[in-house]
């Protein structure tokens, strides 16, 4: 600072240090608003972090509430166990987590597009539970239950699934949740999810970019003040930066590429890193359950090649046995009745092999016929009770009442812990299958049996 000097007295010291003082004091004055600022930026950001977890979370109840309606419907469909009609109906009429997750939107957003997409996916999954009351109804009927909930009461049946006898009934039930139709409305549901999720991803970008563009006008502030600060003042700033500016742009660094930020810095930098790397964790997690496609065959809803690879590469082989299975003589059946009927021909396989296994066990696509059954947490079993299911399998495709050709597959079966490894694995199941088809097909083998 430059002064003029006066004609008689030089300039008052004292003059200095009140000015020093006074510069001093509205330059700290300037850290401390600015700091504070900064301080309720933080938090303010945080809270809306924390606000946006909760909308997700809201919005995944919802297709977790769905998923479990449906898990219900299909296990009482195949089963016929008063459990799961039970536990539907608890789900549907008492706990209602459906309702409660749009209920929990709307007071958090108020009117939003993501509470419109999310009451659409509401609005597909109350019409998907007509098809799941009509299965119920068939299965009630079947198995002579008579004490079922007031809304099943009222479902009439046609007259043609009326004359059904018990075990049609059952098999009309299986099929109407577990068709295209059925996961086409499932698809309509979570399709409703996506863009919920995705309206909610948009908001939070508007939001975070607000907040970085505010935090670099205030950055601006904060270097100006530390141009006329002393060396305490430069101390605080070394501080500073360490605690605040780098982790910020480091942040944006990460947040660019797609990843979590690390939970370094100041105690509010730390506490939003573990905010927005939850809200993080929580949409790659939501991208994953929407993905199913990309692990699933279009066609029958098996696992694909890619869903094959993965559960192959990891498999327990000690505890693990692997089925593959080829439809006999498909070409001809594609040649003489055309592609299309060999399409049907393979949904229905695949339907039949979701009905004689586990619902932990994994069904595969891997080829134009050819399929993969990974029979998991199975230590060795006789022999004789996989050839039992093999000749279920091959008597249920026999059957003409779907009005498709009558088909039959050959298998070959091996344990994994006769094999080397995954590669190992699959190569001696192969070798077993072709053994069965030199057999005269229609049948299984064992390898090195």
């Known amino acids: 600072m430059k002064f003029k000097r006066k004609t008689g007295k030089g300039v008052s010291l004292r003059i200095v240090n009140i000015v020093m003082i006074i510069g001093s004091v509205i330059s700290a004055a300037l850290m401390f608003f600015a700091t504070i600022h900064m301080a309720t930026g933080f938090r303010r950001l945080t809270e809306t972090s924390t606000k946006q977890i909760e909308l997700q979370n809201d919005a995944m109840k919802l297709m977790d509430a769905s998923d479990y309606l449906t898990e219900c419907a299909q296990r009482f469909a195949v089963l016929g166990d008063r459990e799961f009609l039970d536990e539907y109906f608890k789900e549907a009429f008492e706990t209602k987590r459906r309702e409660a997750a749009v209920d929990g939107m709307a007071k958090g957003l108020g009117d939003a597009a993501a509470l419109d997409k999310l009451r659409n996916a509401l609005a597909s999954s109350l019409e998907l539970m007509n098809r799941e009351y009509y299965a119920m109804k068939l299965v009630a009927e079947a198995k002579g239950y008579t004490d079922i909930p007031e809304i099943l009461v009222d479902v009439k049946l046609s007259e043609e699934d009326a004359a059904l006898s018990p075990s049609e009934k059952m098999q009309r039930a299986s099929v109407m949740v577990h068709d ?55 101390l605080t700033v070394l501080l500073t930066s360490r605690l605040g500016i780098h982790p910020v742009l480091n ?161 070959g079966i091996v344990h994994g812990s006769e094999s080397a490894d995954a590669e190992d694995l699959f190569k001696k199941t192969d070798s077993a299958m072709y053994q069965a088809k030199q057999k005269g097909k229609q049948t299984y083998s064992f390898y090195g049996k």
């Not at 499932?186 to 907040?211: F, G, H, Q, T």
């Open 180 to 234: 295209d139709g059925y996961y086409s409305q499932k698809n309509r549901i979570r399709e409703s999810m996506k863009d919920s999720l995705n309206e909610l991803e948009v908001m939070a970008y508007d939001i975070y970019a607000n907040a970085l563009r505010s935090f670099g006008s205030e950055m601006a502030i904060v270097r100006v003040v530390i141009v006329i600060q002393t060396i305490a003042v430069i």
């Open 251 to 411: 942040a944006v660094d990460r947040i660019k590429a797609d990843s979590p930020i690390p939970e370094v810095g100041a105690n509010e930098f730390r506490y939003l890193a573990r905010a927005y790397n939850k809200m993080y964790e929580i949409y790659k997690s939501s991208l994953k359950r929407l993905d199913f496609k990309a692990s699933h065959d279009e066609l029958t809803g098996a696992y694909n090649r890619s869903g094959y690879e993965l559960l192959l590469s990891s498999v327990d082989l000690n505890s693990v046995y692997m089925l593959l299975f080829d439809v006999d003589n498909f070409k001809e059946i594609n040649d003489s009745y055309g592609h299309e009927v060999g399409d049907k021909v393979l949904v229905k396989l695949v339907r039949v092999l979701k009905n004689n296994f586990r619902a932990d066990d994994h069904i595969c696509r891997i080829g134009g016929d050819e399929f993969v059954v990974f029979l998991v947490h199975s230590a060795k079993i006789e022999s004789s009770q996989l050839a039992e299911k093999v000749n279920t399998i091959n008597r249920e495709l026999a059957g003409e009442d779907d009005g498709l050709p009558v088909v039959s597959v050959s298998v």
